[in-house]
């Protein structure tokens, strides 16, 4: 398995940005698909952006696509996650997750996750 350590997390104002890392250790990080998700109180666990195993190919929720960016560093085993234009729909604990699936934006497909760190959009 892969250990992730997210950060980055806080509180911003509506319209802000923060930029998410999660830091993996353990296997080879260049051979997982790395996703992020988030889950705000009350509500399912929910697919945010990832790339593929083969690392090329960026994949965004609609709900995210066009203001989060997301970016790996595989001599860093670093992943990023840009969110610009941050919305109080926005607030939920964000998680990386690394795995082997297939269907990357399924929690299913992943089976190492970190401990989650907090956003907070304000209005």
């Known amino acids: 398995q892969v250990q992730l350590v997210e950060s980055g997390g806080g509180l911003v104002q509506t319209g802000g940005s923060l930029r998410l890392s999660c830091a993996a250790s353990?296997?080879?990080?260049?051979?997982?698909?790395m996703g992020w998700f988030r889950q705000a109180p009350g509500k399912e666990r929910e697919f945010v952006a990832a790339f593929r195993r083969s690392g090329g190919n960026t994949y965004y929720a609609g709900s995210v696509k066009g203001r989060f960016t997301i970016s790996r560093d595989n001599a860093k085993n670093t992943v990023y996650l840009q969110m610009n234009s941050l919305k109080p729909e926005d607030t939920a604990v964000y998680y990386c997750a690394a795995g082997s699936g297939v269907i990357i934006d399924a929690p299913s497909a992943y089976d190492s996750w970190g401990q989650g760190t907090q956003v907070t959009v304000s209005s």
């Open positions: 353990g296997r080879t990080f260049s051979s997982h698909a």
